[in-house]
């Protein structure tokens, strides 16, 4: 089955980059069908989705309004995952952040999920 | 963006119960609407999507049911493993947005 599994730190200072990390098993990131994205949650804005990487011959990518100017997700084929940038982070990005699975494409919905990472934007 | 509105936001019952959870969205999302449920400390998990299509390994017990902007989801009858928190999410236009969740607790 797939599994998702999210590496990266817990603790970023304010103005700094958030990174995190998705590796994928039983599934591949250049999958023709899927897309993988990255969802956090917080008590302040419950459960936002962030943006997507999917390959339709080619490498697309959606972002949220709300992020757009700061974020960036990259699939990596060598490894078999995506990653997760979002530039300049300030308290208020302080969330869980969750990788997923859209099955298929058309369906945007999200099947699998990584374990979660708590992530704490404070100097 | 399309607004997810979820009620109640929380609500006790007993196991054995029907319980049903409400979803409206800001505009027609044409039955393209999942539900998730999630328990404290992990990732939430789907259960419903296009509406009414339970995904693999859910139990019959849920439902889900709608049209336009208004949908809703089904326990019809509370097992002690139900007691969790809800999310709505419409799936027909991008950003993906969710609602702010349904909390049923005994």
């Known amino acids: 089955q797939v599994q998702l599994q999210q590496s990266g730190p817990g603790l970023v200072k304010p103005s700094q980059t958030l990174s995190l990390t998705c590796a994928i098993s039983?599934?591949?990131?250049?999958?023709?069908?899927?897309?993988w994205s990255w969802i956090r949650q917080s008590p302040s804005r419950g459960l936002e989705w962030l943006g997507r990487?999917?390959?339709?011959?080619?490498?697309?990518?959606d972002y949220a309004e709300s992020v757009k100017s700061r974020i960036t997700i990259n699939p990596d084929t060598s490894k078999n995952q995506f990653s997760l940038q979002l530039n300049f982070v300030t308290p208020e990005d302080t969330a869980v952040y969750y990788c997923?699975?859209?099955?298929?494409?058309?369906?945007?919905?999200?099947?699998?999920w990584g374990q979660g990472t708590l992530v704490t934007v404070s100097s | 963006d399309t607004q997810m509105t979820q009620f109640p936001s929380s609500v006790s019952a007993s196991v054995g119960d029907r319980v049903t959870i409400t979803c409206r969205a800001s505009?027609?999302?044409?039955?393209?609407l999942a539900w998730y449920q999630q328990k404290p400390g992990k990732a939430p998990d789907l259960l419903i999507y296009?509406?009414?299509t339970l995904q693999s390994g859910v139990p019959s017990r849920f439902s889900g049911s709608g049209s336009g902007t208004d949908y809703t989801l089904t326990i019809s009858s509370l097992q002690p493993e139900d007691f969790a928190t809800y999310y709505c999410?419409?799936?027909?236009?991008?950003?993906?947005?969710f609602g702010g969740g349904t909390k049923v607790e005994i």
């Open positions: 997923a699975r859209d099955p298929e494409y058309s369906l945007s919905i999200f099947d699998c």
């Open positions: 296009t509406t009414s």
């Open positions: 039983g599934d591949s990131v250049s999958s023709n069908g899927a897309a």
């Open positions: 990487t999917y390959y339709r011959s080619r490498w697309y990518n």
């Open positions: 505009q027609r999302i044409d039955k393209q």
């Open positions: 999410q419409q799936a027909n236009n991008l950003p993906h947005t």
